[in-house]
């Protein structure tokens, strides 16, 4: 069931929890859990931990994303945190104003237990699972690539995630009018890549199956809107691996 955040506080700042008179609100506190979390700061403090037990967790304004953020600052489809094993990345969806980790823009990034998470007018703490430590790792993923109809040569793979969609910012730009905005994506989780429909309005296809999130391997085609795209091996890589 997806989680929904406002924007707005729904208590005025000169109200007080019943029982306290005169004082805000403490935030309640949080101690380490199984699985990573994020912690509401700012107007949301207090508010519960949010566990990530998907493997997936798509944020942003959409009705169906997992956590629903009510606020105009907001993209329908703003950012992805993929969670394996206890590590977690988080991934700008090419949205309108952008996520930032402690300050700073950023496209994607590793998360670390203590990071700050901003996310149009809200903030998040990340907290890690307890006793895992958030370390960079070098991809295992197998190299791949997309043959595109229409485009000369394929477009290799060359990050975790890859956007496909009608936003020109799109790793994957499409025209069609059948192309959401923020169709779909291609992202690599424990040494597999998977596609993963991003709630659009007409869906995602892996030879020529619906799929909301499947493992793709080498030879599988993808499709988005009027658009058919080849997963294929990048040269010189052994297609046995991704089998």
Not at 3 to 32: C, F, I, M, V, Y
Not at 114 to 141: V, Y
Not at 220 to 228: C, F, L, N, S, V
């Amino acid at each position: 069931m997806p989680l929904n955040l406002t924007g707005k506080s729904k208590r005025s700042s000169s109200s007080a929890p019943s029982g306290s008179p005169g004082k805000p609100a403490k935030p309640e506190a949080s101690g380490p859990t199984p699985w990573p979390a994020l912690i509401p700061l700012g107007h949301h403090a207090g508010k519960p931990p949010i566990p990530l037990m998907r493997p997936v967790t798509l944020i942003g304004s959409r009705h169906n994303a997992h956590l629903h953020l009510l606020s105009r600052q907001i993209s329908k489809a703003h950012a992805l945190l993929i969670s394996h094993e206890g590590k977690v990345y988080i991934r700008d969806l090419a949205s309108r104003t952008h996520v930032f980790i402690n300050g700073t823009e950023v496209h994607e990034a590793d998360l670390a237990d203590g990071d700050l998470i901003k996310l149009g007018s809200f903030t998040f703490k990340f907290q890690a699972a307890q006793g895992m430590k958030q370390k960079s790792r070098a991809g295992d993923t197998p190299e791949g690539q997309l043959a595109i109809e229409g485009e000369a040569y394929p477009l290799a793979i060359q990050q975790r995630v890859m956007l496909v969609g009608r936003r020109p910012t799109c790793d994957v730009p499409l025209v069609e009018d059948s192309c959401s905005t923020a169709h779909a994506v291609i992202f690599s989780m424990g040494g597999k890549r998977f596609v993963r429909d991003l709630g659009s309005r007409t869906g995602t296809y892996v030879n020529g199956q619906a799929v909301r999130q499947q493992e793709i391997q080498f030879g599988d085609t993808i499709q988005i809107g009027e658009t058919p795209l080849r997963f294929e091996a990048a040269p010189g890589t052994d297609s046995a691996g991704a089998a």
